[in-house]
DNA sequence: ATGAAAGCGCTAACAT
DNA sequence: ATGTTAGCGCTTTCAT
């Protein structure tokens, strides 16, 4: 009777100070010391069953929740890990979040996203932020202004695991996993160059990015066993991959501007993709008769595009799984990893009407 | 000289630890007590400026940040909050976010992001995980699987400051930010029926939430006005929002196969919308000749659908600012707040080819 | 003006 | 099998 009137007090005392209960409660309600409780929540084997038994039940009936700051504190760890990319508004981004996310969930991992808008600013200070809320991992797309990656070495080096997706850099020794960037400009150039088209620009995003690299080789050499001439005036980039307001409408002026025209582009992102195509139709080009088109883009309304759009799509969802994956190993591995791996994943062509001539 | 020693080795110490400065290495280092080098980072008055000073600089030098866990678990409180949404790659709701951040951002406060994918159960596990992790309140948008509110019940009684936006809810008193749907639904239903459509059909979410039922009402009140009698058969709701393979096909097929066909769709959602024109082009319709379209939808491509797409759009960003503003308003109030707002913000009708026709 | 000590919720080494 | 204690990083009350 006496401890039933404990439990009571206890719980009307939490409720009325509208807080969450805690080992110390339950240990005071059942008579026991905290580290007893403690013990008995987690299983073990030091605790009789009887105990153990007691301690649960209470638990349950009173909902405890362990609290996760003061596990993080303890054991600087938080099973959360946090995610860096430069924006969510994108299906690529997206869908990667998604992927990452169904890895995180099955293994009860706990996932923070943060964007940097592709302000360098603002990688810092979420880096920064995720990192001091004791995430045990962090996966990350760089921004388009980050050329400085103290930020990241920093941490890194305090042993903080790290995998790069997506926008990489050379300048750090860990997992990394991207799309088949070479192989999809590469695809997406051929296609245009056997559908006839001979005048082929790139519009792509910054080019100090891993992946404008990439995609740009891929198109050099696309056209090279083609034997067409490299132009370097056909190349256009766009700084902040279209997210400023113009950059791609000037892109395609200066394409349409060219003494010896433009006649199809490979556009390097999902932004410049949709970009270049409102910006053709509101020149009133026709594609793909006057300008051909094929972009990379994980959108999933290529089809509704006018004119429906040839795409380059990434595996977003699985690059997002595989990301996970690998950071996880990382966090639980129990010895030092010195041995990293740069996983490369195929991207797939969809030819659509534009980029096959009437 | 013997200070200098002091500090070098500390540094060292962390250094090869790995690990963040603490104030309690300042105060070693310094040889003061954790609770003067405290006080003096916070630059309270009791401290003579010497020890200030020397505190500061020192702590500027190794490049001394308190530790935000550390902080939380004292202080309950993170000075970051929590989104709860459905989906992100969705551009209303990205969109939304966007708002959210920059008002945040502005005033200092990190933002956790959690998808519920629709499923109750992620909801449920998303608040408790963002609760445990002491956020200062919750902005949510339900789950279309959400009918007990007792999770986000529980947390709003124990003082947890939430503010409920788009999917909202009557059960539960605080500050609430919606679009004007009603309006947004009747417009669009007027404008249909202006255009010389007759069978107006109404493809829509879940007929539980919120915004289904002020949608709804919209698109009612329009036809009312026209002497159209309403037509239950002309409604469809697909209860995932289209999320779900082949719903909206399923309700696309459904008004093709009515007696008395449909001739225009108002859909209520993002994925509805851009879900009924892939349907209707798979199935040859002429839009908008055979079936009229106009959409609740934020994507920023209408103009290069085909046809183009008239559409309802919410004012997404600012619904996130507002939201983000009364959430802070909440939070850093001093007196408990008795009396609730439900802001609603108008929505624009822009018309397109899908709707006029020719 | 500064220090000692307690406490936020939890775990674990060390008793017993 | 269970309890005591210390400690994670920080703030704050209470001494001095």
Redesign the pocket.
């Known amino acids: 009777m006496l401890r039933f009137c404990a439990r009571q007090s206890v719980f009307l005392e939490r409720h009325m100070k509208f807080?969450?209960i805690?080992?110390?409660d339950i240990a005071k309600a059942l008579?026991?010391?905290?580290?007893?409780v403690?013990?008995?929540?987690?299983g073990?084997?030091?605790?009789?069953e009887?105990?153990k038994k007691l301690v649960l039940e209470y638990a349950e009936k009173l909902n405890?929740?362990?609290?996760p700051?003061?596990?993080s504190?303890?054991?600087?760890r938080s099973r959360s890990i946090g995610i860096v990319v430069c924006e969510i508004a994108n299906n690529f981004f997206s869908q990667v979040i998604n992927g990452i996310e169904s890895i995180a969930y099955s293994k009860g991992y706990y996932v923070i996203i943060s964007q940097s808008h592709e302000s360098y600013e603002r990688e810092v200070a979420n880096t920064q932020y995720l990192a001091s809320r004791s995430v045990d991992g962090l996966l990350v797309s760089l921004s388009t202004e980050t050329t400085d990656l103290s930020h990241l070495k920093k941490l890194h080096d305090k042993g903080l695991p790290i995998v790069f997706f997506d926008r990489i850099t050379e300048e750090m020794q860990t997992h990394k996993v991207i799309a088949n960037n070479f192989n999809g400009a590469y695809q997406a150039t051929a296609h245009l160059i056997s559908s006839g088209f001979q005048r082929i620009a790139h519009v792509t995003i910054a080019s100090h990015l891993s992946i404008t690299k990439e995609r740009l080789a891929g198109y050099k050499s696309a056209l090279a066993d083609h034997n067409i001439p490299f132009d370097e005036s056909l190349v256009r980039y766009c700084k902040y991959g279209g997210l400023i307001y113009g950059e791609t409408e000037q892109a395609v002026d200066a394409l349409l501007g060219l003494e010896k025209k433009a006649d199809a582009i490979v556009a390097a992102s999902d932004k410049l993709s949709t970009g270049c195509l409102t910006a053709l139709a509101k020149r009133n080009i026709k594609i793909p008769d006057q300008m051909g088109i094929v972009g990379f883009t994980n959108s999933l309304l290529t089809d509704i595009f006018y004119p429906p759009l040839s795409s380059i799509r990434q595996p977003a969802l699985e690059i997002g799984q595989t990301a996970m994956e690998m950071l996880i190993r990382l966090i639980e591995s129990k010895h030092p990893i010195t041995s990293f791996e740069t996983r490369v994943l195929n991207t797939e062509l969809t030819v659509r009407a534009s980029s096959v001539k009437s």
Chains 1, 2 share one sequence.
């Open positions: 807080e969450a805690t080992i110390k008579g026991l010391s905290t580290s007893t403690s013990r008995a929540l987690r073990s084997y030091e605790i009789s009887e105990t405890y929740r362990p609290n700051i003061a596990l504190l303890k054991e600087k």
